[in-house]
């Protein structure tokens, strides 16, 4: 008898354990957390590059050697090349600049005034100065900038060597490159000609034939199949210094399916070209089409100057129209539910109606709750909630969304 209770009570027992647990698993739902995450609203472009340019040109004999880098400013009357007889007098009166720059470097430290003066802790402290800059210049690109503060850095590690005792001083050095110097003196020649700048502008060394063709003045008369039509090709006349850009405003324009509307004459967005891997800020001036939308010319403005920027006629840009930050919301898990709400008549009078809202589902505990989402960006199977800090009405961080096995009761 004891036997046979004895294991009626476990059978009891193991049938409340498989009931409990069967119940539990009956009540597991399929949530994912509201997390916090990024996206951006952009597509890619053919873009054609629009600026002020005049092409410069000379004779065609000899060979040019460059006084300003492409992207560099150009005051009037400021050179920009020397001709020479041959490539060898160009790499000779290159090699005489770059000792020339050493040379004014090393009879710096080795000023007394400067050695006198110096203090070891005013010298560190200008080292991490100089680094500083030179950092900040390699990044902005500023080459200009980045070639003094390597000078500057040179002076003032150079200055630390000799009063720390490290080295005697430059001498020897200074001895070598005034034999350099003179050597290579011996063997230069005068330029043939030297060409200067009419005005102040912006120098590339490059033209490509469409100089004349895309300016402000031609902007509201391009068209989709110039654009589309138009090559990055680079001209091969050997007389060809290359051109002058007036200011530093430019101008892209790109054909684009603007029938829903997505563009507007006036919105901000940013560039992102392949040529650089910083973005650029731009305004839409200007869009228009042949009674095709889904083939618009979209102008666009745009006043960041660099290098970077006049490499190229045609180039892949990336139009970055947002860049949005919320909470992410898999897109099967959208649910709509009529809410009462305030709302306000024609004439401002506030009342109690009925809105069909979009929301989710969220798990409380044990509880199903409706939470309002309010989507600021849809991607292909979610969409971001921007975040309502303080409203319970709404999803908040970390909510447990239910994908599915929820009705319009969240039962």
């Known amino acids: 008898m004891v036997k046979l209770l004895r294991n009626v009570v476990l059978i009891l027992l193991l049938v409340i354990f498989i009931s409990i647990v069967l119940h539990f698993r009956n009540r597991e739902r399929d949530t994912v957390s509201a997390l916090r995450a990024q996206a951006t609203s952009s597509k ?4 054609v590059f629009i600026r002020e340019e005049e092409p410069v040109s000379y004779s065609g004999n000899g060979t ?53 003066s110096a203090q070891p802790s005013a010298l560190s402290d200008g080292i991490k100065e100089d680094y500083r800059s030179l950092m900040y210049s390699r990044d ?31 001498s020897q050095q200074i001895s070598d490159i005034n034999q350099q110097l003179s ?30 063709k895309y300016s402000e003045e031609t902007l509201g008369s391009i068209t989709a199949d110039q654009i589309e039509n138009t090559n990055d090709n680079r001209l091969t006349d050997k007389t060809i210094v290359g051109k002058l850009v007036d200011g530093y405003t430019w101008y892209l324009a790109v054909v684009t399916d603007n029938s ?21 800020t731009a305004q839409i001036t200007d869009i228009r089409n042949e009674g095709d939308a889904a083939r618009s010319v979209m102008i666009l403005s745009c006043s960041r100057f660099n290098s970077d920027l006049v490499q190229h006629r045609t180039e892949n840009v990336e139009i970055i129209k947002g860049e949005y930050s919320g909470l992410k919301v ?20 506030k009342y109690e109606g009925i809105v069909n809202t ?18 600021i960006y849809e991607g292909g199977d979610y969409v971001l909630s921007a975040e309502h800090m303080g409203d319970s009405d709404y999803l908040s961080l970390y909510d447990d969304i239910l994908i599915e096995g929820v009705d319009q009761l969240g039962k």
Request: a negative charge; aromatic letters at 10%; hydrophobic letters at 35%.
């Open 358 to 375: 979009k929301g989710v589902y969220a798990l409380k505990g044990e509880q199903v709750e409706f939470k309002k989402i309010d989507v």
């Open 330 to 349: 898999p897109r099967e898990a959208i649910r709509f539910l009529d809410l009462e709400e305030e709302l306000y008549d024609e004439n401002g009078k």
């Open 64 to 116: 040019l050697s460059y006084s300003v880098s492409d992207g560099g400013r150009l005051s009037s009357g400021g050179i920009i090349a020397q001709v020479y007889p041959s490539d060898e007098q160009v790499s000779i009166n290159r090699e005489m600049d770059k000792l020339t720059r050493e040379l004014n470097i090393l009879e710096m430290i080795q000023n007394v005034g400067t050695l006198e």
């Open 260 to 280: 829903r509307k997505e563009y507007a004459i006036g919105d901000r967005v940013k560039l992102r070209f392949e040529s650089s891997a910083d973005t650029s």
């Open 183 to 212: 050597a290579l003196k011996q063997a230069s020649v005068q330029p043939l000609e030297t060409i200067p700048s009419p005005r102040s502008a912006y120098f590339v060394s490059y033209c490509d034939g469409y100089e004349d």
């Open 140 to 170: 902005m690109k500023d080459y200009t900038a980045l070639q003094s503060s390597m000078d500057d850095l040179l002076v003032h590690l150079s200055t630390y060597q000799i009063i720390t005792n490290e080295v005697t001083d430059f």
């Open 44 to 47: 890619e472009y053919k873009g």
